[in-house]
């Protein structure tokens, strides 16, 4: 028996031999990411004083499947700047309405060009 019982502890011996276990991995903490909040979808532009007279551009030549959109004056809080004119891709069933200043008991609002179905 004690020949077993040798060869048995040698056995086991050989099979336990050293395990090496990796270490675990590290743990990652969440990070908080603050986003900024979205844009607004639409940025309503209030003067205070009317625009200057009509701004003076040149028309171009017509040009086809195109429509000229007019510059107009923009009000960027201090002064107005004139924003030039440019083409804009034709739209089968809309017309182009160009930008415009409505007066309200609040000032001045730009209506930007848009395409109106008709």
Request: charged fraction near 15%; hydrophobic fraction near 40%.
């Amino acid at each position: 028996m004690s020949i077993r019982f040798v060869a048995l502890a040698a056995v086991v011996m050989l099979a336990s031999g050293c395990v090496v276990e990796p270490p675990p991995p590290p743990r990652h903490h969440p990070v908080v990411v603050e986003e900024p909040a979205p844009a607004p979808a639409y940025v309503e532009v209030i003067a205070p004083q009317p625009p200057p007279t009509v701004l003076v551009e040149e028309e171009p030549a017509p040009r086809p499947g195109y429509i000229w959109a007019r510059g107009y004056w923009h009000w960027n809080g201090h002064k107005y700047i004139a924003m030039h004119g440019h083409w804009e891709p034709a739209r089968p069933g809309y017309h182009y309405v160009h930008p415009h200043y409505v007066q309200r008991g609040d000032g001045w609002h730009l209506n930007v060009g848009v395409w109106v179905q008709g």
